[in-house]
Protein backbone atom coordinates (compact mmCIF):
# COMPACT_ATOMS: atom_id res chain seq x y z
CA UNK A 1 0.00 0.00 0.00
CA UNK A 2 1.66 3.84 -1.01
CA UNK A 3 2.44 5.87 1.92
CA UNK A 4 0.17 8.43 2.44
CA UNK A 5 0.79 11.76 0.04
CA UNK A 6 2.10 14.38 1.88
CA UNK A 7 0.54 17.35 3.01
CA UNK A 8 2.31 19.95 -0.26
CA UNK A 9 0.87 17.09 -2.79
CA UNK A 10 -2.82 17.06 -1.22
CA UNK A 11 -3.17 20.71 -1.23
CA UNK A 12 -1.65 20.64 -5.17
CA UNK A 13 -4.50 18.23 -5.71
CA UNK A 14 -6.92 20.11 -3.69
CA UNK A 15 -6.29 23.39 -5.61
CA UNK A 16 -5.77 21.90 -9.27
CA UNK A 17 -9.52 20.16 -8.45
CA UNK A 18 -10.92 23.62 -7.76
CA UNK A 19 -8.86 25.28 -10.78
CA UNK A 20 -11.32 23.51 -13.21
CA UNK A 21 -13.83 25.34 -13.85
CA UNK A 22 -10.60 28.32 -14.49
CA UNK A 23 -9.64 26.13 -17.55
CA UNK A 24 -11.78 27.71 -20.04
CA UNK A 25 -10.57 31.37 -19.38
CA UNK A 26 -7.03 30.19 -18.80
CA UNK A 27 -7.34 27.98 -22.86
CA UNK A 28 -8.49 31.84 -24.33
CA UNK A 29 -6.01 33.45 -22.75
CA UNK A 30 -3.15 31.04 -24.35
CA UNK A 31 -5.13 31.27 -27.70
CA UNK A 32 -4.48 34.78 -27.36
CA UNK A 33 -0.36 34.40 -26.80
CA UNK A 34 -0.45 31.51 -29.62
CA UNK A 35 0.35 29.03 -26.75
CA UNK A 36 -2.77 26.39 -28.21
CA UNK A 37 -3.98 25.09 -31.01
CA UNK A 38 -7.70 26.43 -31.63
CA UNK A 39 -8.51 23.39 -32.91
CA UNK A 40 -7.54 20.73 -30.27
CA UNK A 41 -7.86 22.60 -26.68
CA UNK A 42 -10.43 19.62 -25.80
CA UNK A 43 -7.04 17.62 -25.65
CA UNK A 44 -6.23 20.09 -23.10
CA UNK A 45 -9.17 18.80 -20.98
CA UNK A 46 -8.69 15.41 -21.28
CA UNK A 47 -10.42 14.87 -24.40
CA UNK A 48 -9.61 13.42 -27.54
CA UNK A 49 -11.18 12.83 -31.04
CA UNK A 50 -8.73 10.40 -31.66
CA UNK A 51 -9.25 6.81 -31.32
CA UNK A 52 -7.46 4.20 -29.24
CA UNK A 53 -5.91 1.81 -31.23
CA UNK A 54 -6.50 -1.59 -30.46
CA UNK A 55 -3.72 -3.69 -28.78
CA UNK A 56 -1.02 -2.49 -26.27
CA UNK A 57 -0.06 1.52 -26.46
CA UNK A 58 3.09 2.96 -25.39
CA UNK A 59 2.80 6.52 -23.96
CA UNK A 60 6.11 9.02 -24.15
CA UNK A 61 5.74 12.30 -22.42
CA UNK A 62 7.70 15.17 -23.03
CA UNK A 63 7.99 18.68 -22.45
CA UNK A 64 8.28 20.10 -25.50
CA UNK A 65 10.17 20.05 -29.34
CA UNK A 66 13.82 18.74 -27.55
CA UNK A 67 12.26 16.27 -25.50
CA UNK A 68 9.95 14.86 -28.31
CA UNK A 69 12.73 14.53 -30.86
CA UNK A 70 15.56 12.90 -27.94
CA UNK A 71 12.90 10.00 -28.48
CA UNK A 72 12.36 10.12 -32.01
CA UNK A 73 15.19 7.20 -32.56
CA UNK A 74 13.09 4.89 -29.54
CA UNK A 75 10.34 5.72 -31.02
CA UNK A 76 11.44 4.35 -34.11
CA UNK A 77 12.89 1.23 -32.14
CA UNK A 78 9.48 0.64 -30.45
CA UNK A 79 7.46 0.95 -34.07
CA UNK A 80 10.11 -1.76 -35.31
CA UNK A 81 8.74 -4.09 -32.84
CA UNK A 82 5.01 -3.19 -34.50
CA UNK A 83 4.11 -0.95 -31.07
CA UNK A 84 1.73 1.65 -31.34
CA UNK A 85 2.90 4.93 -29.79
CA UNK A 86 0.89 7.76 -28.26
CA UNK A 87 3.06 11.02 -28.07
CA UNK A 88 2.23 13.61 -25.72
CA UNK A 89 3.36 17.23 -25.08
CA UNK A 90 2.78 20.45 -23.83
CA UNK A 91 3.59 23.33 -26.83
CA UNK A 92 2.48 24.07 -30.39
CA UNK A 93 6.03 24.20 -31.59
CA UNK A 94 6.15 20.57 -30.12
CA UNK A 95 3.17 19.57 -32.27
CA UNK A 96 4.04 21.43 -35.66
CA UNK A 97 7.73 19.01 -35.14
CA UNK A 98 5.46 15.64 -34.53
CA UNK A 99 3.51 16.56 -37.88
CA UNK A 100 6.79 17.37 -39.47
CA UNK A 101 9.31 14.57 -38.91
CA UNK A 102 6.92 11.50 -37.38
CA UNK A 103 5.26 8.94 -39.15
CA UNK A 104 1.61 9.33 -39.29
CA UNK A 105 1.07 6.29 -37.47
CA UNK A 106 2.59 7.98 -34.21
CA UNK A 107 -0.32 9.81 -32.48
CA UNK A 108 0.33 13.28 -30.87
CA UNK A 109 -1.71 14.58 -27.97
CA UNK A 110 -1.45 17.57 -26.11
CA UNK A 111 -0.93 16.94 -22.55
CA UNK A 112 -3.74 17.40 -20.10
CA UNK A 113 -3.95 20.52 -17.70
CA UNK A 114 -2.60 18.28 -14.69
CA UNK A 115 -6.18 18.70 -12.60
CA UNK A 116 -7.50 15.05 -11.47
CA UNK A 117 -10.71 14.95 -13.67
CA UNK A 118 -8.63 16.19 -16.97
CA UNK A 119 -6.05 13.34 -16.31
CA UNK A 120 -9.05 10.69 -15.42
CA UNK A 121 -10.48 11.02 -18.71
CA UNK A 122 -7.16 11.13 -20.64
CA UNK A 123 -6.11 7.68 -19.10
CA UNK A 124 -9.73 6.42 -19.51
CA UNK A 125 -9.25 7.05 -22.92
CA UNK A 126 -5.90 5.78 -23.85
CA UNK A 127 -5.35 3.10 -21.08
CA UNK A 128 -1.37 3.10 -22.29
CA UNK A 129 0.30 -0.15 -21.56
CA UNK A 130 3.67 1.28 -20.32
CA UNK A 131 4.06 5.26 -19.37
CA UNK A 132 7.54 6.69 -20.60
CA UNK A 133 8.82 10.29 -19.36
CA UNK A 134 11.31 12.29 -20.93
CA UNK A 135 14.07 13.81 -18.98
CA UNK A 136 11.82 15.66 -15.80
CA UNK A 137 8.61 16.71 -16.85
CA UNK A 138 6.74 15.49 -13.71
CA UNK A 139 3.05 16.36 -13.83
CA UNK A 140 1.70 15.44 -9.84
CA UNK A 141 -1.83 14.37 -10.71
CA UNK A 142 -0.42 12.56 -14.18
CA UNK A 143 1.67 10.76 -11.96
CA UNK A 144 -0.17 9.87 -9.16
CA UNK A 145 -3.13 8.79 -11.38
CA UNK A 146 -1.04 6.46 -13.61
CA UNK A 147 0.14 4.77 -10.89
CA UNK A 148 -3.30 4.02 -8.80
CA UNK A 149 -3.97 2.43 -12.35
CA UNK A 150 -0.77 0.48 -12.29
CA UNK A 151 0.82 1.26 -15.20
CA UNK A 152 4.37 1.04 -15.54
CA UNK A 153 5.94 3.73 -15.78
CA UNK A 154 9.75 4.71 -16.40
CA UNK A 155 11.60 7.82 -16.75
CA UNK A 156 13.66 7.70 -19.77
CA UNK A 157 17.06 10.54 -20.32
CA UNK A 158 15.98 11.71 -17.04
CA UNK A 159 18.10 15.05 -16.25
CA UNK A 160 18.26 16.53 -12.75
CA UNK A 161 20.63 19.71 -13.05
CA UNK A 162 22.02 21.40 -9.90
CA UNK A 163 19.54 24.24 -9.24
CA UNK A 164 16.73 21.99 -9.56
CA UNK A 165 18.14 19.28 -7.53
CA UNK A 166 18.96 22.69 -4.81
CA UNK A 167 14.91 23.29 -5.02
CA UNK A 168 13.78 19.68 -5.02
CA UNK A 169 15.74 19.45 -1.67
CA UNK A 170 13.50 21.76 -0.42
CA UNK A 171 10.95 19.83 -0.84
CA UNK A 172 12.16 15.97 0.29
CA UNK A 173 8.88 14.95 0.98
CA UNK A 174 7.06 16.04 -2.42
CA UNK A 175 9.31 14.78 -5.04
CA UNK A 176 10.56 11.23 -3.26
CA UNK A 177 6.66 10.90 -3.51
CA UNK A 178 6.63 11.12 -6.83
CA UNK A 179 9.39 9.60 -7.97
CA UNK A 180 8.93 7.19 -6.16
CA UNK A 181 6.10 5.80 -8.36
CA UNK A 182 8.37 5.14 -11.20
CA UNK A 183 9.24 1.68 -11.47
CA UNK A 184 12.92 2.74 -12.98
CA UNK A 185 14.83 6.05 -13.79
CA UNK A 186 17.15 6.18 -16.59
CA UNK A 187 19.30 8.84 -16.35
CA UNK A 188 21.32 10.74 -18.59
CA UNK A 189 24.37 11.00 -16.56
CA UNK A 190 25.51 9.54 -13.52
CA UNK A 191 25.35 13.32 -11.43
CA UNK A 192 22.25 13.05 -12.76
CA UNK A 193 21.45 9.35 -11.46
CA UNK A 194 22.98 10.50 -8.08
CA UNK A 195 20.57 13.52 -7.75
CA UNK A 196 17.37 11.24 -8.50
CA UNK A 197 18.84 8.62 -6.35
CA UNK A 198 19.19 11.21 -3.66
CA UNK A 199 15.59 12.87 -4.48
CA UNK A 200 14.09 9.34 -4.00
CA UNK A 201 14.00 7.54 -7.11
CA UNK A 202 13.95 3.06 -6.91
CA UNK A 203 16.37 1.45 -9.67
CA UNK A 204 18.10 4.17 -10.81
CA UNK A 205 20.50 3.41 -13.64
CA UNK A 206 22.64 6.21 -15.93
CA UNK A 207 21.97 4.80 -19.24
CA UNK A 208 23.43 8.08 -21.30
CA UNK A 209 22.03 10.83 -23.11
CA UNK A 210 19.19 9.60 -26.08
CA UNK A 211 20.19 13.29 -27.59
CA UNK A 212 23.41 12.07 -28.42
CA UNK A 213 21.88 8.85 -30.96
CA UNK A 214 19.21 11.32 -32.60
CA UNK A 215 19.94 10.83 -36.75
CA UNK A 216 20.62 13.77 -38.11
CA UNK A 217 17.60 16.09 -39.01
CA UNK A 218 16.58 15.83 -42.52
CA UNK A 219 16.81 18.64 -45.12
CA UNK A 220 14.88 19.49 -48.27
CA UNK A 221 17.65 18.63 -51.23
CA UNK A 222 16.08 21.37 -53.41
CA UNK A 223 15.93 23.62 -51.20
CA UNK A 224 19.45 23.13 -50.24
CA UNK A 225 20.44 23.34 -53.81
CA UNK A 226 18.92 26.57 -54.16
CA UNK A 227 20.27 28.16 -51.17
CA UNK A 228 23.87 26.89 -51.56
CA UNK A 229 23.66 28.38 -55.33
CA UNK A 230 22.39 31.69 -54.07
CA UNK A 231 25.17 31.49 -50.77
CA UNK A 232 27.77 30.61 -53.39
CA UNK A 233 31.27 32.26 -52.64
CA UNK A 234 30.39 33.35 -49.46
CA UNK A 235 31.58 32.64 -45.89
CA UNK A 236 28.26 31.70 -43.86
CA UNK A 237 27.82 31.72 -40.40
CA UNK A 238 24.84 30.02 -38.43
CA UNK A 239 23.46 31.25 -35.25
CA UNK A 240 21.06 27.91 -34.37
CA UNK A 241 18.41 28.61 -31.78
CA UNK A 242 18.78 32.13 -30.17
CA UNK A 243 17.28 33.60 -27.50
CA UNK A 244 16.79 37.21 -26.89
CA UNK A 245 19.49 39.30 -25.55
CA UNK A 246 21.59 36.90 -28.08
CA UNK A 247 20.58 38.72 -31.57
CA UNK A 248 21.98 41.68 -30.61
CA UNK A 249 25.13 40.15 -29.96
CA UNK A 250 25.27 38.24 -33.52
CA UNK A 251 24.92 41.60 -35.32
CA UNK A 252 27.10 43.52 -33.69
CA UNK A 253 29.64 40.40 -34.75
CA UNK A 254 28.80 40.03 -38.29
CA UNK A 255 29.64 44.32 -38.40
CA UNK A 256 32.79 43.22 -36.50
CA UNK A 257 33.65 40.57 -38.96
CA UNK A 258 32.15 41.50 -42.12
CA UNK A 259 35.76 44.14 -42.19
CA UNK A 260 37.57 41.02 -42.78
CA UNK A 261 35.04 39.02 -44.57
CA UNK A 262 32.75 41.52 -46.49
CA UNK A 263 30.64 39.02 -47.79
CA UNK A 264 29.86 37.20 -44.89
CA UNK A 265 26.31 36.30 -44.89
CA UNK A 266 25.10 35.59 -41.15
CA UNK A 267 22.05 33.14 -40.60
CA UNK A 268 19.80 33.65 -37.39
CA UNK A 269 17.74 30.94 -36.61
CA UNK A 270 15.72 32.39 -33.54
CA UNK A 271 14.59 29.65 -31.14
CA UNK A 272 10.92 30.69 -30.95
CA UNK A 273 10.06 31.53 -34.80
CA UNK A 274 7.68 34.13 -34.20
CA UNK A 275 10.77 36.20 -32.66
CA UNK A 276 11.58 36.81 -36.67
CA UNK A 277 10.13 39.94 -37.45
CA UNK A 278 11.56 41.62 -33.89
CA UNK A 279 15.31 40.73 -35.33
CA UNK A 280 14.22 42.18 -38.19
CA UNK A 281 13.74 45.44 -37.13
CA UNK A 282 17.13 44.82 -34.78
CA UNK A 283 19.06 44.41 -38.38
CA UNK A 284 17.51 47.09 -39.71
CA UNK A 285 18.44 49.61 -36.60
CA UNK A 286 22.15 48.09 -36.97
CA UNK A 287 21.97 49.91 -40.76
CA UNK A 288 22.27 46.01 -42.36
CA UNK A 289 20.10 44.90 -44.85
CA UNK A 290 18.37 41.81 -43.74
CA UNK A 291 15.81 39.38 -45.37
CA UNK A 292 13.14 37.16 -43.30
CA UNK A 293 12.71 33.30 -44.67
CA UNK A 294 8.84 33.51 -43.05
CA UNK A 295 8.13 36.03 -46.07
CA UNK A 296 9.55 34.16 -48.68
CA UNK A 297 12.31 36.40 -49.04
CA UNK A 298 15.84 35.27 -50.20
CA UNK A 299 19.35 36.13 -48.95
CA UNK A 300 20.27 37.85 -51.85
CA UNK A 301 24.17 38.92 -52.72
CA UNK A 302 23.06 42.26 -50.72
CA UNK A 303 21.55 40.65 -47.51
CA UNK A 304 23.69 40.52 -44.34
CA UNK A 305 21.55 38.92 -41.92
CA UNK A 306 18.92 36.24 -43.13
CA UNK A 307 16.23 35.62 -40.15
CA UNK A 308 15.20 31.80 -40.86
CA UNK A 309 12.08 32.42 -38.67
CA UNK A 310 10.30 29.05 -39.90
CA UNK A 311 9.99 25.88 -38.27
CA UNK A 312 11.72 22.45 -38.54
CA UNK A 313 14.34 23.60 -41.36
CA UNK A 314 17.90 23.36 -39.23
CA UNK A 315 18.91 20.57 -40.92
CA UNK A 316 18.67 22.62 -43.91
CA UNK A 317 21.23 25.30 -42.52
CA UNK A 318 23.37 23.26 -40.62
CA UNK A 319 24.23 21.64 -43.90
CA UNK A 320 24.46 24.79 -45.77
CA UNK A 321 27.41 26.63 -43.05
CA UNK A 322 30.60 25.50 -41.99
CA UNK A 323 30.89 27.22 -39.06
CA UNK A 324 27.43 26.99 -36.08
CA UNK A 325 26.81 29.34 -33.56
CA UNK A 326 24.96 27.08 -30.35
CA UNK A 327 22.38 30.06 -29.38
CA UNK A 328 21.29 29.85 -25.46
CA UNK A 329 24.56 30.26 -24.22
CA UNK A 330 25.51 33.45 -24.33
CA UNK A 331 22.35 34.20 -21.95
CA UNK A 332 21.53 32.11 -18.84
CA UNK A 333 19.04 29.85 -20.84
CA UNK A 334 22.16 26.87 -20.65
CA UNK A 335 22.66 26.51 -23.97
CA UNK A 336 21.16 24.23 -26.81
CA UNK A 337 21.70 20.86 -28.09
CA UNK A 338 24.68 20.67 -30.01
CA UNK A 339 25.19 16.97 -31.70
CA UNK A 340 22.83 17.63 -34.46
CA UNK A 341 25.03 20.54 -35.78
CA UNK A 342 28.35 17.90 -35.28
CA UNK A 343 26.52 15.51 -37.03
CA UNK A 344 25.93 17.42 -40.01
CA UNK A 345 29.89 18.85 -40.24
CA UNK A 346 29.33 22.05 -38.29
CA UNK A 347 32.19 23.70 -36.30
CA UNK A 348 30.62 24.44 -32.79
CA UNK A 349 31.14 27.93 -31.07
CA UNK A 350 29.05 28.12 -27.66
CA UNK A 351 29.43 30.55 -24.95
CA UNK A 352 29.25 29.93 -21.02
CA UNK A 353 26.24 29.26 -19.84
CA UNK A 354 25.24 25.27 -21.31
CA UNK A 355 24.05 24.07 -18.20
CA UNK A 356 21.37 22.15 -19.78
CA UNK A 357 23.93 20.01 -21.88
CA UNK A 358 26.97 20.50 -19.13
CA UNK A 359 28.72 16.56 -20.43
CA UNK A 360 28.32 17.30 -23.48
CA UNK A 361 29.74 20.61 -24.15
CA UNK A 362 32.43 19.91 -21.60
CA UNK A 363 33.32 16.58 -23.67
CA UNK A 364 33.49 18.34 -26.79
CA UNK A 365 35.48 21.16 -25.63
CA UNK A 366 38.32 18.91 -23.53
CA UNK A 367 38.95 17.26 -27.13
CA UNK A 368 38.44 20.32 -28.90
CA UNK A 369 35.56 19.41 -30.44
CA UNK A 370 33.85 23.12 -29.92
CA UNK A 371 35.19 26.48 -29.26
CA UNK A 372 34.05 28.26 -25.91
CA UNK A 373 33.37 31.73 -26.08
CA UNK A 374 32.91 33.19 -23.13
CA UNK A 375 31.82 36.75 -23.59
CA UNK A 376 30.75 39.31 -27.37
CA UNK A 377 34.59 39.80 -27.97
CA UNK A 378 35.76 36.03 -27.90
CA UNK A 379 33.12 35.34 -29.69
CA UNK A 380 34.40 37.75 -32.84
CA UNK A 381 37.74 36.01 -32.32
CA UNK A 382 36.84 32.43 -32.50
CA UNK A 383 34.45 33.30 -35.55
CA UNK A 384 37.28 35.49 -37.24
CA UNK A 385 39.46 32.49 -36.93
CA UNK A 386 37.05 29.76 -38.08
CA UNK A 387 36.56 31.61 -41.25
CA UNK A 388 40.07 32.27 -42.09
CA UNK A 389 41.71 28.91 -41.35
CA UNK A 390 39.42 26.03 -43.08
CA UNK A 391 42.05 23.66 -41.48
CA UNK A 392 41.28 24.66 -38.03
CA UNK A 393 37.67 24.34 -38.94
CA UNK A 394 37.92 21.19 -39.90
CA UNK A 395 40.02 19.96 -37.21
CA UNK A 396 37.25 20.81 -34.77
CA UNK A 397 34.76 19.06 -37.25
CA UNK A 398 36.45 15.76 -36.72
CA UNK A 399 36.88 16.09 -33.06
CA UNK A 400 33.71 16.67 -32.11
CA UNK A 401 32.21 13.88 -34.56
CA UNK A 402 34.58 12.07 -32.53
CA UNK A 403 33.26 12.61 -29.31
CA UNK A 404 29.92 12.07 -30.21
CA UNK A 405 30.45 8.86 -32.09
CA UNK A 406 32.10 8.36 -28.01
CA UNK A 407 29.40 9.21 -25.97
CA UNK A 408 26.72 7.49 -28.39
CA UNK A 409 25.09 4.11 -27.36
CA UNK A 410 21.82 5.56 -24.97
CA UNK A 411 19.52 4.23 -27.12
CA UNK A 412 20.69 0.31 -27.03
CA UNK A 413 20.78 1.04 -23.28
CA UNK A 414 17.77 2.15 -22.94
CA UNK A 415 16.14 -0.12 -25.10
CA UNK A 416 17.72 -2.88 -22.75
CA UNK A 417 17.03 -1.81 -19.76
CA UNK A 418 12.73 -1.74 -20.86
CA UNK A 419 13.26 -5.09 -22.03
CA UNK A 420 11.09 -6.54 -19.03
CA UNK A 421 7.63 -3.96 -20.09
CA UNK A 422 8.37 -4.65 -23.88
CA UNK A 423 8.44 -8.41 -23.14
CA UNK A 424 5.16 -8.45 -21.46
CA UNK A 425 3.83 -5.83 -24.24
CA UNK A 426 4.77 -8.65 -26.66
CA UNK A 427 3.16 -11.21 -24.98
CA UNK A 428 0.37 -9.45 -24.89
CA UNK A 429 -0.13 -8.83 -28.45
CA UNK A 430 0.96 -12.59 -29.34
CA UNK A 431 -2.32 -13.52 -27.06
CA UNK A 432 -4.50 -10.88 -28.77
CA UNK A 433 -3.23 -12.24 -31.95
CA UNK A 434 -4.48 -15.96 -30.89
CA UNK A 435 -7.57 -15.10 -30.12
Given at each position: MANPLPMALRVYRGLSSAAVPLAPALIRQRLKHGKED??????????????RPQGPLVWIHGASVGEVLAAAALIERLRALNIRILLTSGTVTSAAIVAKRFPPDVIHQYVPYDTPRFVERFLDHWRPSLGLFIESDLWP??????ASRRVPMVVINGRMSPSSFARWRRMAGTIS???GRFDVCLAQSQADAERFSALGARNVVATGN?????PA?????????RLAAMTRGRPVIVAASTHPGEDEILIAAHKALRRSHPSLLSVIVPRHPHRGPGIAELVAGAG????LRSREEQPLAGTDIYVADTMGELGLFY??????FMGGSLVEHGGQNPIEAVKLGAAIVHGPHVFNFTDVYEALDKAAGARLAHDPDALVRQLRQLLAE????NDLVAAGAGVVDQLGGALERTMSALEPYLLQIRLEMGAAGDA
Open positions: PERTDERRGLSHDTNLILAGALLLKLDVPPADPAKLDLQGARLAPVVPEAC
